[in-house]
């Protein structure tokens, strides 16, 4: 069986040598990267061959990539690296890397063009300058081959491993059965559909009811096309910790079923909660996990893959037995695992390592998205950026002589958008350019600082130059999916002349920038209890028009829920006042009816802590626990174990917030819900300013901005009340709006609301 594998994967596994090294030193971004690229390759004659896509093999080893140029007349291939600052205070095993990378696509030259001999060059182009140094070897075709032979062998008898065990691992799935026997209701339906979307290479959206197990009607199909060879690795995406632990869950429900599954899964935790020193840099000279990282790395990784189920304490453990970062030992296992289970923002982000090595190695991925309603406003959250001006007036002032002049310009052209508001919020269809340049000049000025200083700069500095950066980024691929506004702050008092504000890169739609990485998927799954309507998620998450959808008619009986709709209240902000003795009276009365475990629902934290209030205040004898802001892992663990302990009570939690979805609690453990709001979004600048924006491309701003989002938060917290076939409860929707004909056809059909 052939192991393929690109060339930068083998030359990082066989020739990355020394420290850790996380320091920030300057570097080009994408987009200067590739212009550096464009530049170089323009300069070149007409007969230059750029992007030049290879590959050999040696043994059952294919390695395949694309170089960035060759030059016939010269007879030189060319490796192009773009660099910012002094090119010899790169690190030296970077440049060993470097070699290695363009070595390898040498020989792999000279066996596809018959080459007798080749001069190989690294072509390091500075990005502020312009300037090119060529670093040249010439070889002849034996020499390269067996440079190419030793690198080869250094990852031959991995790669042995490695297809051994994805043939013992398709096999085994091949004869996977699922694990419960019988499908529940709809699980099967969804289980055909995704296991089509993953043969087929097509993208799947799935609206399938909480509680019919949608986690294992994913995974278990998305493996059997591994079996079959459609699939080479599944990610499976989550919004939350919850998800995650979910999804593990599952897999080890699979390999609990009798079958001598070899199947890896990593679980992916972020950075804060894996760093074993976080009062530490991420680089040798700092942190003892950093020193020799590369060289113990071997180890820790054989180790780390002796175990199946790679979850946050397993890799931890590996890596300390080794004395490497468990973070980055965890970065390094994802390209030897078969599932990986992390946050959205491992694939979908600006600068997801997923998504990279998706695209390095032409994996063959099924992306499970679990809840995927989440990405529509973490998909903004990750493509919008702002800047502060009070944080950089005060870089202006401790900021070092050099960058002074290049503070004082964005300053100056920033203050000219302040000067020409007229109101505190506007939106703009564009960035202007004077104000982009000023913050592109700033970069340079630090980037070439930081290039002669490396840690000259303190941390308060490097924030502000980091959000710079951000907003510069976004400002280079602005367009209509997205707004830029200006937020002026309330003057301080004594300093009424002078005004401040708040610039932001506001994306509104982020399928402009979704929509390349599930192109680079081989197939992509969406799935959700409340995916409708099914036009908007298309709209907003920018899915192929190919997109499959499915509505999967879940095992509930309308008569496991009794609703009751409380329409003589209005939970409208003008009308909350009115609304707390209505509200509070009526779960009194709820809980007196029929004692036992409640969540309730309101749309903010002040509207919430008045309600426990006013209960406490006329009905002290009705045990009530509130969700509170900003509550750790353990303070909401500590919440949910008052639902399955023998007490009674009602819990009182924010619409949208840690409780309302991903929660659990069968049977006894929670017999009722009450939702005081129809969960619209707050009517403000910035959302009538999205409204506006969506409503001008697709017609239908009211309600894309407000009623779609707020009703998929109601359905979702209402379903933590039926978990499974036999779940019986009630279900209070509290608001008049509730009698609408526009909101009540966005609520599950299998609802009987009166």
């Given at each position: 069986m ?14 990355k ?23 170089v ?19 059952e ?96 008898s ?9 043939a013992?691992r ?37 609206q ?89 790395l071997?180890?820790?990784?054989e ?7 790679l ?9 300390l ?21 992390g ?44 800047i502060?001006q ?32 007229t109101?505190?919020?506007q ?79 506001r ?44 509505d ?20 409208r902000?003008?009308?909350?006042e ?127 901005a407000?009623l ?8 979702q ?5 039926i ?32």
């Amino acid at each position: 069986m052939s192991y393929v594998v690109a060339v930068r994967t083998l030359c990082e596994f066989t020739a990355k040598r020394g420290d850790l090294d996380l320091r920030f030193t300057p570097s080009p971004t994408s987009l200067e990267g590739i212009e550096g690229h464009a530049v170089v390759t323009a300069r070149r004659d007409a007969r230059y061959e750029a992007e030049v896509t290879l590959a050999g093999t040696y043994g059952e080893l294919t390695v395949r990539g694309r170089a960035d140029g060759y030059d016939p007349a010269l007879n030189r291939l060319e490796e192009i690296k773009t660099y910012r600052g002094q090119l010899e205070s790169m690190p030296e095993n970077h440049r060993a890397l470097h070699w290695a990378q363009a070595l390898v696509y040498g020989h792999l030259l000279c066996q596809t063009r018959g080459l007798e001999r080749l001069t190989v060059a690294l072509v390091y182009f500075d990005i502020g300058s312009r300037k090119e140094t060529v670093l040249t070897q010439t070889h002849d075709a034996a020499a390269l081959r067996s440079l190419f032979e030793a690198q080869c062998e250094r990852f031959l008898s991995w790669a042995t491993r490695e297809s051994a065990h994805r043939a013992a691992r398709d096999a085994a799935l091949g004869h996977l059965q699922f694990p419960h026997g019988a499908f529940r209701s709809g699980q099967r339906e969804l289980a055909v559909a995704v296991f089509r979307a993953a043969r087929d290479g097509r993208a799947l959206m799935a609206q399938a009811p909480t509680g019919i197990g949608k986690t294992l009607a994913t995974l278990f199909p998305a493996l059997k096309a591994c079996a079959q060879g459609h699939v080479d690795r599944v990610f499976f995406l989550t919004a939350k910790t919850p998800g995650r632990a979910l999804a593990l869950d599952a897999i080890d429900t699979l390999h609990a079923g009798g079958h001598d599954l070899p199947l890896r899964t990593l679980e992916l935790v972020a950075r804060d909660k894996a760093c074993e020193h976080p009062d530490k840099s991420c680089h040798g000279e700092s942190c003892p996990l950093a020193r020799g990282f590369y060289d113990r790395l071997p180890a820790a990784r054989e180790h780390a893959l002796s175990s199946r189920r790679l979850d946050r304490d397993t890799v931890k453990q590996a890596a300390l037995a080794h004395d490497v970062c468990p973070y980055y030992l965890a970065q390094e296992l994802t390209r030897w695992c078969d599932i990986v289970v992390g946050d959205y923002n491992y694939y979908y982000d600006s600068s997801a390592l997923l998504y990279a090595l998706t695209r390095i190695n032409q994996w063959r991925v099924a992306v499970l998205v679990d809840e995927a309603h989440n990405m529509l406003e973490r998909g903004r959250k990750m493509y919008s950026a702002e800047i502060e001006q009070p944080a950089f007036k005060a870089a202006g002032k401790i900021a070092p002589a050099v960058l002074k002049k290049a503070l004082q310009r964005l300053q100056r052209e920033w203050n000219v958008l302040n000067r020409a508001q007229t109101n505190r919020y506007q939106a703009y269809g564009e960035v202007p350019a004077r104000l982009v340049g000023a913050a592109q000049n700033l970069i340079g000025a630090v980037t070439d600082h930081l290039a002669d200083a490396p840690l000259s700069l303190d941390d308060a500095l490097l924030r502000v130059f980091f959000d710079a950066m951000h907003f510069v980024s976004l400002c280079e691929q602005f367009g209509e999916h997205s707004v830029f506004d200006i937020q002026l702050h309330a003057p301080r008092a004594g300093d009424q002349d002078r005004r401040l504000s708040t610039l932001c890169v506001r994306n509104v739609v982020p399928a402009h920038f979704l929509a390349a990485r599930h192109a680079a998927a081989h197939a992509t799954v969406m799935f959700s209890g409340t995916f409708a309507p099914e036009r908007f998620y298309r709209d907003m998450l920018g899915l192929p028009d190919d997109t499959a959808a499915l509505d999967v008619q879940g095992p509930f009986r309308a008569q496991q829920l009794t609703i009751r709709v409380a329409a003589h209240v209005s939970t409208r902000f003008k009308d909350r006042e009115r609304s707390l003795i209505p509200i509070v009276d009526l779960m009194a009365s709820q809980y007196a009816e029929l004692p036992g475990n409640y969540l309730g629902f309101l749309s903010s934290f002040d509207y919430l802590r008045r309600v426990a209030d006013l209960m406490q205040a006329r009905h002290p004898h009705v045990p009530v626990w509130t969700q509170a802001p900003g509550m750790g892992e353990a303070e909401r663990d500590a919440f949910l174990a008052r639902f399955r302990a023998a007490d009674r009570g009602i819990g009182l939690a924010v619409l949208g917030g840690a409780f309302s979805e991903g929660v659990d609690l069968v049977g006894k453990q929670l017999i009722g819900a009450f939702v005081a709001t129809l969960g619209l979004p707050q009517v403000n600048d910035v959302n009538e300013e999205m409204r506006r924006k969506m409503d001008a491309k697709f017609g239908s701003g009211y309600d894309y901005a407000y009623l779609y989002p707020g009703l998929q938060k109601i359905v979702q917290a209402a379903g933590r009340v039926i978990r499974t076939e036999t779940d019986v409860g009630v279900l209070h929707l509290i608001d008049d709006r509730y009698r609408r004909a526009e909101v009540r056809r966005l609520l599950p059909a299998w609802w009987a609301v009166p």
